[in-house]
């Protein structure tokens, strides 16, 4: 089996992206929201997101200021572009937010998640999971006899490309980091 | 001063510090330590409401009459659930309020303690921004950036949740100008080529109309003025929503009336027909707008408001400009005067507005043997105008007839609970406008439903002798909810009536004020006289009509030229796509 003979999706960065098509008139954005690291915040935005029934289909976030106590919260979400463009206003009138940036509307950018994905099985198909991660850039960083967690940090849409391929290879478990972003060349975000 | 104090004295000592003249409030178990402080001094007054639903519109009534943040102290749990309704409120209409709440003390936040609530949780969606004090060290900085959240940008509630520990516990006192405000810095200053833009549509409008909205009363006195000068300047039409009623004269020569769903034929009508709209301070709220695709099909459209996302929201405009009211008005007038204050004539678009006014669109039928619910308002509005006069309202009917049979010339005179839509908002909202106006004229225009939500603030009425006169309009129904049933359920009125209502005269007395009963509109005049010179708390039971409908109305779901006049028109008005709008 190869990468080729997958079905292609609806995304203009993959040749086989499987993530669901948008509806029409429907954009996918990648924002970025840099924010105080107070109790709660992370809160305020998913509620700020499900209140107002906004889509959520990753969020990471993490401290990136230890000193000044800033986080960044990565944000990928989908809506028509007026919904997208009152996300953004809803983001940035919190009080504890100090910029959002919409790295989907400035173009040039970088997009990774990491996953791990866990693969069982012998003979034939343990060759071939090894083989496939080789193609795809992943790293095996636990083995057994009988079983494989490869490392693959990629584009969510390569991401999911590799876990179809594991599918039928033994696949046993995903856990994935949802997508971190920056602007690609020497300007910061904000 | 030593600025060693504990949690309780930092409270107090930040309230003094920020100007604090009043707090409402309601003491209990998680509170005690700040209550003792309250106790040991007489700068702050603290008023005892009897639910803490009070406090919170109270406070409210006192921040909308004054423009100074309303302030609440009410203890964990159950103190503080009870206030949700109240910040909700506050923050659907932009009003600002610090409400300050007793939390279980820090070591026992997590066991489900006594009296117990996830507080800031719960009120994460109900307010602008909110914390847990966990240090002492940080109450005052947060109390400071509390009233700053609160009173600048888009004026909303806040809360701040104290542990009963951090109370006690001692810290350092900062004062306002020390504590880290900056952070949240609103932009007040329109975009200047946006503002040209919109100068530019001024000059250029055939048919314009100003649709001003709450944002002018947030933005305080001088955008009032402003308005004002733009009007007179321009000779342009003017309408409000509810909440900016007042910010433009309703006497003024510009003033159209009241728009949206209950607002006049010839507002509604201007608005659909004008080829410039000028919203200022106001939110395109459904109750405006009605159908959304045949909202005003015809105009160029300028917003100005703070909230970037109050923009684009429901409606697409072409000249956006985020700012303060009063500072963009400012410009645009001095760049409009610059320019030569130049305009297209515009006597054509008044001669129309003229005609649709001549339809007359308030009219109701007299009767001489039941007292008409508008025709109460009619003489309360006749008896009181020119008074020094403040009025609140509960929600229903009652509402909408204050709105469109009275005037009001200046901002900051009308309170009412527009995007919540509170029943029980304004009786403690009447209680905490006369704590700020002790010697003005406030009447609360009520329905017997509404009132009784929050009747058991008479009781505060009567413990601080605040005059404040209920004057409610007793249908003996859930008027509002009566007339939708008529309109849209085939006058199935299902649960809408009051069994079982009080005698409010005898209920008055017990309250230990003055009732008065009218049901005779021969008598109405003097019976109103009487409520006004009695100097003391009045509980008014107006009887009226009990079937009477609140026209005009536009039904839910339909354009502004598709608007209900008077009975006649209401057959089958409403279809089933509108029926499930609200
Ligand atoms: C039963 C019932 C019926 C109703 N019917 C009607 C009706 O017929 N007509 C009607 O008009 N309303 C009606 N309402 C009220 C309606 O629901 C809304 O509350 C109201 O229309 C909103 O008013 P607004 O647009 O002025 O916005 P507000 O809620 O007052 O919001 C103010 C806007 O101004 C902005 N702002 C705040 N401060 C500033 C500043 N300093 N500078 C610039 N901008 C600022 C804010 O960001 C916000 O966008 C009704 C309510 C009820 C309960
Ligand atoms: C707390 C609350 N519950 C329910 C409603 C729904 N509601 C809107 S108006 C209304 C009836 C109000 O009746 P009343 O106060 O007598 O005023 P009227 O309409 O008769 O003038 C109701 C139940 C509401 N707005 N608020």
Known sequence: ?190 | MSTEMTGAEIVVQALKDQGVEVVFGYPGGAVLPIYDEIFKQNEIRHILVRHEQGAAHAAEGYARSTGKPGVVLVTSGPGATNAVTGMTDALMDSIPLVVLTGQVPTFMIGNDAFQEADTVGITRPCTKHNWLVRDTDQLADTIHRGFHVATHGRPGPVLIDIPKDVQFATGTYVAPEQARTHTYAPRTRGDRAAIEAAVELLERAERPVLYTGGGVINSGPRASALLRELAAETGFPLTSTLMGLGAYPASGPAWIGMLGMHGTYEANMTMHGCDAMFCIGARFDDRITGKLDAFSPGSRKVHVDIDPSSINKNIRVDVPIVGDIAEVLEEMLAIWRERGAKKRDVSAWWKQIEEWRAVKCLTYKASTSTIKPQYAIERLEALTRGMDRYVTTEVGQHQMWAAQFMGFDEPNRWMTSGGLGTMGYGTPASIGVQVAHPESLVINVAGEASWLMNMQEMGTAVQYRLPVKQFILNNERLGMVRQWQQLLHGERYSHSWSEALPDFVKLAEAFGCKGIKCDDPADLDDAIREMLAYDGPVIFDCVVEKHENCFPMIPSGKAHNEMLLGEASTEGAIGSSGAVLV
């Open chain 1, 1 to 190: 089996m190869s990468p080729m003979t997958l079905k292609p999706g609806s995304s203009a960065q993959s040749a086989y992206n499987l993530r669901s098509t948008l509806p029409e008139s429907h954009e996918r954005h990648t924002l970025s929201v840099l924010v105080d690291n107070e109790p709660g915040v992370l809160a305020r935005v998913i509620g700020l997101f499900s209140g107002r029934g906004y889509n959520i289909e990753s969020l990471t976030v993490a401290e990136t200021d230890h000193a000044s106590h800033l986080s960044r919260i990565t944000i990928v979400t989908t809506g028509t572009p007026q919904v997208i463009d009152q996300i953004h206003a809803q983001l940035e009138r919190m009080v504890p937010v100090h910029g959002v940036t919409d790295l989907t509307v400035l173009g040039a950018h970088i997009e990774r998640e990491l996953a791990l994905v866990k693969v069982a099985s012998t003979g034939e198909k343990r060759v071939e999971a090894l083989r496939m991660a080789d193609l795809m850039q992943a790293r095996c960083v636990d083995v057994t006899l009988e079983s494989f967690v490869f490392e693959i940090a990629q584009t969510s849409d390569q991401i999911d490309a590799f876990i179809e391929l594991m599918r039928p290879l033994g696949l046993l478990e995903v856990a994935r980091t949802g997508v971190a972003a920056v602007m690609r060349g020497k300007e910061p975000m904000e």
